[in-house]
């Protein structure tokens, strides 16, 4: 079993207080480290404890873990996805992502599509994308009113208490780039054939509106509790942002304190079959 390691930015980029501004987030910020070579080792540690701790909530099957992850366009949640999740058997872990609302989940409340894409106990579910969609983008746009805004925040407060007392535990993760790493990404897209497909018009038009979206963002604070905390992740260097995720992410799976089951069956009886098993196998050889 790998050791558990020394954490620190779940206290660092952890929203809290009604006077947050993401402005006392420098995005470019990478702590100790230099390079993606210097955070290498860290990172593979933390990635393959990642892994461990994946592995005993499955096998425990007692609880669950929710994560969301926000971002502008390409603020790197596929990447995050790609990197850090990655760490993770498929087989406990499901990623589900939010785009325009279907007819279907249209008709229903704005919470409803995602409750159902929520794992049960023993699995890792990711959001590409989540409810807080509904008090960002329809904000921004003056789709919904303030105090339709306001009124979301306290369904989503509630919701979240639910999940939580019903096992579900939740990271929330706002991954923040500059306006100018934006316009960078954007430039690779288009330098690369293999990325040009996710390239969009409406991403440039959404772009004239980064103050709107900062503030919008800035609003979450409503919702960043003790049992469901947001995260703003300086993610300019694709690698910090992964150090960082994996960190926050082992610390919350490390306070569980999860166990393996007992076996529920006869650990003497099993290895008696296995050497009668083991010894007809060696006549028959």
């Known amino acids: ?4 390691i020394v ?3 779940s206290k660092q980029f952890r929203v809290a207080g009604k006077q947050f501004k993401l402005k006392r987030i420098d995005p470019d910020f990478h702590s100790a480290h230099e390079s993606e070579d210097s955070a290498r080792q860290e990172t593979a540690q933390s990635l393959e404890r990642l892994g461990a701790l994946q592995y005993l909530m499955y096998a425990e099957n007692r609880r669950s873990l929710l994560v969301c992850l926000q971002a502008m366009d390409a603020g790197g949640k596929d990447g995050t996805i790609r990197h850090v999740m990655g760490a993770m058997n498929p087989q ?5 992502a939010f785009k325009t609302p279907s007819a279907e989940e249209a008709a229903h409340d704005f919470l409803w599509r995602e409750h159902r894409a929520i794992g049960g106990k023993g699995t ?3 959001f590409n994308r989540s409810h807080y969609e509904d008090v960002l983008t329809t904000r921004v746009h003056g789709l919904i009113s303030k105090a339709d805004c306001l009124r979301r925040f ?3 407060n509630a919701f979240e208490k639910m999940l939580v ?13 500059s306006r100018e790493e ?3 990404r954007f430039k690779a897209r288009l330098a690369d054939s293999a990325k040009q497909w996710k390239i969009s018009e409406n991403d440039y038009r959404e772009r004239e509106l980064w103050d709107d979206y900062m503030h919008a963002y800035e609003k979450f604070r409503a919702c960043s509790t003790r049992h469901a905390p947001w995260y703003v992740i300086p993610a300019n260097h694709k690698w910090f942002r992964n150090l960082a995720v994996s960190q926050i992410l082992v610390e919350k799976l490390e306070s569980l304190n999860m166990k393996l089951p007992r076996p529920t069956v006869d ?13 007809e196998a060696r006549r028959r050889g």
């Open 1 to 4: 079993m790998v050791r558990p």
């Open 7 to 9: 954490m620190q930015f």
């Open 92 to 96: 406990g872990c499901r990623v589900a």
């Open 124 to 126: 890792i579910t990711v």
């Open 154 to 156: 306290e369904e989503i």
């Open 165 to 177: 007392e019903n096992g579900t535990h939740i990271l929330k993760f706002f991954l923040h780039i």
């Open 182 to 184: 934006q316009l960078a």
């Open 267 to 279: 650990l003497s009886l099993i290895k008696r079959r296995y050497h009668r098993a083991k010894i």
